[in-house]
């Protein structure tokens, strides 16, 4: 046996547990026992009228508000395309005038320069 | 453990069986030294291993029926306890912070006597992954074979073997830095 071994022996023998330690588990032993969660039970506790609205509330309010979020967030959108279509407009427009504009001013110049 | 304590522990495993208290509380205390010690030196800390220690003997009283014989408490015992650590240690390392109300109270105070090497070794184990940290711990703690450590651990020979070798250089070369930091 090398003598990290002979160390680990050492390092690692047993030490005494605590002084009260066998009263300890006898009083938890004679304490009742806490009673086993049953899931199945507890879901349908939920399921029974008093409980029942607020899971019925709970369900509601889970699906509307995320579908108003949602409806909401479309509405701003569409709202957004609308706008930026009515710019682009805008902006041909006044680009069409514009040239519209320039030509007016290029004509009369050239009959200008022929008089 | 003595031949007189064994024998007395194989008389009341019958009446334990039965529900006797006092017989299962002579069984406590005859092992409570090995299940504490294998959780202490797992956890490295006193009030978690009193706590698991505990649940391991809640176990035992649940199962005392199965139990046939002094060798096989011991093997029980010590094979719930192994489990039961590595599912602590996992539930620690997954949620490393407790609420208030579920740290165990520090029921005893850790010992001065540990020497300084003994002290940074037990460190030094507990920084081990988990089932090599078992293996060391049933390897130097209870003097287990490696065959008698893979029939507890439900694992080959050879990864126990394999276990102990990696450990046991790690331990080497941590041990070395960490006398050297000491030494300076």
Request: with cysteine; charged share 30%; glycine share 6%.
């Amino acid at each position: 046996m090398s003598y990290l071994e002979e160390d680990l022996k050492a390092a690692l023998r047993r030490v005494e547990a605590p002084p009260d330690f066998t009263a300890r588990v006898l009083e938890r032993l004679a304490a009742p026992e806490a009673p086993k969660r049953n899931w199945w039970a507890e879901l349908a506790l939920l399921l029974r009228p008093p409980r029942l609205q607020w899971v019925a509330l709970s369900v509601i309010a889970g699906t509307v508000i995320p579908i108003a979020g949602i409806h909401e967030r479309e509405q701003r959108r569409m709202e957004g395309e609308m706008a930026k279509q009515q710019l682009v407009y805008a902006v041909r427009l006044a680009g069409s005038k514009l040239h519209h504009v320039q030509k007016k001013v290029f004509e009369i110049s050239q009959t200008d320069r022929h008089l | 453990m003595q031949q007189g304590t064994i024998d007395h522990v194989q008389e009341g495993l019958g009446t334990a069986a039965e529900g006797g208290i006092p017989d299962f509380a002579e069984i406590v205390r005859a092992h409570q030294g090995m299940i504490f010690s294998l959780a202490y030196h797992f956890l490295r800390d006193r009030g978690l291993a009193e706590e698991m220690a505990q649940e391991v003997f809640l176990e035992l009283h649940r199962h005392l029926g199965s139990i046939e014989s002094s060798a096989h408490l011991v093997f029980w015992l010590r094979k719930v306890a192994s489990r039961k650590c590595i599912d602590q240690n996992r539930r620690r390392s997954f949620w490393p912070k407790f609420r208030l109300d579920e740290i165990p109270e520090p029921e005893a105070k850790t010992r001065e006597t540990d020497t300084l090497l003994s002290g940074a070794l037990g460190k030094l184990v507990a920084s081990l992954p988990e089932k090599p940290r078992m293996v060391v711990v049933l390897r130097y703690q209870e003097d287990l074979d490696p065959a008698e450590i893979s029939e507890l651990l439900d694992m080959p020979v050879a990864t126990v073997k394999s276990h102990l070798r990696r450990s046991l250089d790690i331990l080497r070369d941590k041990l070395a830095r960490t006398v050297g930091e000491i030494a300076l």
